[in-house]
């Protein structure tokens, strides 16, 4: 393997007896290290979404709070109408009956409002089921569906997102991980489009694989760059936005994880198109264990 | 969409804001504790539309929305009714771009989601004031311009008379 590169370094001496030990303890440092990168990838990733969140959960709070503090302020108008018009023994005042009618009108938006914090929080924990680590049965549409509606947090407003999903049996796969794959694809398409632009989430079922395209209407990848970036540590973004790890995780995610296949068709101007494909069930890997 | 308020000469509040529950909540609130005419609008260029033609006391705008933001919905409300006073309603998160470009187009007041019903109000109040001030204060100017150049006329053919 490439560790062999290492051995010539090393005092041949020396290295006879401790080489298995001390090339196990290596390679295990390297996995931890990679394990740490790609957590601290997502934690990444994670806190850019967050301020896109705050900002999508406070129009609805706002809306709550000061629907609420309507409520009360009315309900004691209302309360006070009454009690006149039961004093002098008179029918209900025609001011009451609009209080009323508001109120409910309310209630409605007030609901409204509750389901849509509680869809945006609920895609956040689906998202972050970091220690989902154990093989599974997933629909993989609630799983992109789910990274678009917490991604969208940050680009809803000016791209628009298409979704052409086939008919597709559940997949087996790491479900953590995958969200990971998707939400950096999504990300990615979504930073290509300058303004305003469109993604297509497509899936369709190819014998024994299901293939998975996310398509934008971006700025496609230079020709000097589409060698370079699956590479670990390669970014075109600016400090602080791009960790240069994203597609390498995605494409061992999907290609040395799930035995998958990652590829790209893209056109300056035009956008660009990635293609995922994976196996519909996981082959037993003994030796993995 | 436009949904029309009270009319007969009260106070004319525009809110703009591309997420319709934050219309609704704004009018009930502002409907049932004020008479002013309230124009709601989810599509900030019908706003535009609206604003070319009606003349508005305050326009309240979120910053974020599809086809233009909020501060370029204050500018061309800032050139079509310069004396219309301008408020933002923004959230958390584009706080930083909304504040630099808080003084292109003067903003009477800034306001962060989720905004608190009480201070709303006396911003609107306020707003409503500083707005009717400077109408009042435009045909002050328009009178005492009239009045000087009668009193020119007067003048001149005084001169006239006795020379």
Known sequence: MVLGGLNNMSDPAVMDEGKGASLDALREEIELTHRKLAEAHKMASLGRLSAGIVHEINTPIGSILSNNETIRRSLETLKKLVAKSQSEGQPLPERATVILDTLANLTDIDKLACERIYAVIRSLKTFARVNESDLRKVDLHETILNTLKLSGCVFRRRVTVITNFADLPEIECYPGLMNQAFLNLIVNAAQSIQDEGTITVSTRLDGDSVEISIADTGSGIPPEVRKRIFVAGFTTKPIGEGTGLGLSLTREIVEDTHGGKIWFQTELGKGTTFFVRIPIQQPRRQEQA | ?163
Do not use: C
Request: aromatic fraction near 6%; charge should be negative.
């Open chain 2, 1 to 163: 969409m436009d949904q029309n308020g009270k009319g007969h000469g009260q106070p004319v509040v525009v809110i703009v804001d591309d997420e319709e529950m934050v219309i609704t909540s704004v009018r009930a609130f502002l409907s049932l504790e004020t008479e002013y005419d309230i124009h709601g609008f989810t599509d900030p260029e019908e706003a535009v539309r609206f604003l070319e033609t009606s003349p508005a006391d305050v326009i309240v705008s979120d910053y974020l929305m599809p086809k233009m933001n909020g501060i370029q919905l204050l500018g061309k409300a800032k050139q079509l009714q310069p004396e219309a006073a301008r408020v933002l309603l923004t959230g958390h998160a584009d706080k930083q771009s909304a504040i630099q470009a808080i003084n292109e187009v003067g903003l009477f007041q800034y306001l962060e989601k989720p905004w608190d019903n009480s201070q709303l109000l006396l911003v609107i109040q306020s707003a409503i004031e500083r707005t009717q001030l400077f109408r009042s204060l435009r045909e002050k100017i328009t009178e005492l311009d009239a009045a000087h150049g009668s009193l020119k006329d007067v003048q001149s053919r005084l001169l006239r008379a006795f020379l």
